[in-house]
């Protein structure tokens, strides 16, 4: 059984400049770099129809490419903090792309998501982390922002059981359709 989820993967120059936020934090266990990823649908461990039902309703998504930006880095969890974080600002087009993301599968049979969605980018997992040492680590690091970057597809990924998540293969691919100057729809 495949444990699926969709996301947006991060540019190479972006993952680059996220990683040198790594360290300097006890209790924190970072992810690699080349597992970074802003999730739009976690579905868990998925038997290899509803993974079909999964990739064929995804090549159905027909919306615009739009801009991501990193407006921050935070934590997760709100009494005791259990991810480090880069923030991700949320806008309209994003937000439409992972609703969608749930509608469709719910409508494959999946239970909705039980969280509000929250877009960011997770960078390290905490364990028996002191509350004083992560309030130092985002004293000093939580002001990191990109500019906005063009987000062009999104995928299907795919991850093995594991402590701290991946590494995850790229199942399928789906693009985004291209705008021009005005934001409308080119044609091909």
């Known amino acids: 059984m495949p444990r699926l989820f969709t996301g947006v993967e991060i540019p190479l120059g972006i993952a680059e ?9 006890p209790g924190a266990r970072w992810i690699s770099t080349e597992n970074y ?3 739009l649908r ?7 129809i509803a993974a079909e039902a999964i990739a064929e309703a995804l090549s159905r998504v027909r919306r615009l490419a739009f801009q991501m930006r990193i407006t921050g880095v935070g934590t997760l969890g709100t009494r005791k903090p259990h991810a480090i974080v880069a923030r991700v600002e949320p806008s309209p087009p994003l937000t439409e792309l992972q609703a969608e993301h749930e509608r469709l599968m719910q409508r494959i049979g999946l239970p909705p998501e039980g969280r509000k969605y929250t877009p ?3 960078l390290a997992r905490l ?5 004083r040492d992560i309030a130092d680590y985002l004293t000093l690091r939580g002001g990191f922002s990109t500019a906005p970057v063009e987000v062009d597809r999104f995928v299907l990924f795919s991850s093995r059981d594991s402590v701290g998540g991946g590494p995850y ?9 291209a705008q021009d100057g005005d934001g409308a729809r080119l044609t091909a």
């Open 169 to 177: 293969v790229v199942e399928g691919a789906y693009p985004l359709v």
């Open 120 to 122: 960011h980018i997770t």
């Open 17 to 25: 400049r996220l990683s040198y936020l790594r360290g300097g934090l």
């Open 42 to 48: 976690f579905m868990g461990d998925i038997d290899m």
């Open 37 to 39: 990823h802003l999730t």
């Open 127 to 131: 364990r028996h982390a002191n509350t």
